[in-house]
C-alpha cells in the first residue's frame, strides 16, 4: 500500500515552454502533497505544500507564477514550470501524505528528471 | 522556518563498523523526525524515524536517538554493510518537512 506516481519520470523540454508533472497516490487519499526540488548531490527542497481544494503554500524564495501546483482531487497534484529555463533542470519529486495515516507519514513519488535545452 | 543542519557531508568506513551522523533542528516544535536512504536516482526510502516524546528507537541495525532539549537527533548504523552505501537525509517535521544536507555513506569491503 501507499504508493505514490510521478509521471513523466523524465522529460526534455527547450527553453521557454511549460512542461507539467502529475503526482498521484494510487491506493490512498491524499489531502496534502509535497513537492520537493533536488538538485544533483543535494539535499530535497521543499518548494510548496499542496491542499486538496485550495491554493498551494510555496516556501519562501520559490516563485508561486512559474511553479504553478493544482491540487484537483484527493489523488492528483499537478506541478507546471511554466517558461522553462536551463537553471529549472532538476529533480523533481513528490510526496504524499494519507487522511487516514498518521499525520506524520508522507510517502514518496519516484521522482521527475526535468532537463531544459 | 525550520533549519536542519546534518553531518559530517561524508562517511567512510569499513565494512562491520558502526557509523553515526549528527542532525541538529532549530524549530523546538517540530515533532516528527525520519531518516531516510537514497541511493542515486530513486525516491529516498524511509528506514526509521522517531517522534518527540521518545528518546531512542531500534530497528535491528539501525537506531535513532533524539534529544529534544538539545534539539538534536542521530543515526546509527552498527555492523554496516556495503550495500549500506547510499546516501542518507534526515529531516525534522511539524507539518512541513524540512532536510538535512545528506550524508554519503561509502562501506568499504
Known amino acids: 500500500g501507499a504508493v505514490v506516481s510521478q509521471h513523466p519520470s523524465w522529460v526534455i523540454c527547450k527553453s521557454g515552454t511549460s512542461v507539467k508533472i502529475e503526482c498521484r497516490s494510487l491506493?490512498?487519499?491524499?489531502?496534502?502533497m509535497f513537492w520537493y526540488r533536488q538538485f544533483p548531490k543535494q539535499s530535497l527542497m521543499l518548494m510548496a505544500t499542496s491542499n486538496e481544494g485550495s491554493k498551494a503554500t510555496y516556501e519562501q524564495g520559490v516563485e508561486k507564477d512559474k511553479f504553478l501546483i493544482n491540487h484537483a482531487s484527493l489523488t492528483l497534484s499537478t506541478l507546471t514550470v511554466t517558461s522553462a529555463h536551463p537553471e529549472d533542470s532538476s529533480f523533481y519529486i513528490c510526496s504524499a501524505r494519507s487522511t487516514d495515516g498518521a499525520d506524520y507519514e508522507q510517502y514518496f513519488g519516484p521522482g521527475t528528471r526535468l532537463t531544459v535545452t | 522556518g525550520e533549519n536542519v543542519e546534518q553531518h559530517p557531508s561524508t562517511l567512510s568506513v569499513q565494512e562491520g563498523d558502526s557509523a553515526v551522523i549528527k542532525c541538529t533542528y532549530s524549530?523546538?516544535?517540530?515533532?516528527?523526525f525520519p531518516w531516510y536512504k537514497q541511493e542515486l536516482g530513486k525516491r529516498p526510502q524511509l528506514i526509521i524515524d522517531i517522534r518527540s516524546n521518545v528518546g531512542e528507537k531500534k530497528d535491528q541495525r539501525i537506531a535513532v536517538t533524539l534529544n529534544k532539549t538539545a534539539k538534536h537527533f542521530s543515526l546509527h548504523i552498527t555492523e554496516t554493510q556495503p550495500e549500506d552505501s547510499a546516501v542518507y537525509f534526515c529531516?525534522?517535521?511539524?507539518?512541513?518537512?524540512?532536510f538535512g544536507s545528506g550524508t554519503k555513506l561509502n562501506v568499504k569491503p
Open positions: 524549530d523546538s516544535a517540530s515533532n516528527y
Open positions: 491506493d490512498f487519499q491524499a489531502t496534502t
Open positions: 529531516a525534522a517535521s511539524l507539518n512541513k518537512f524540512y
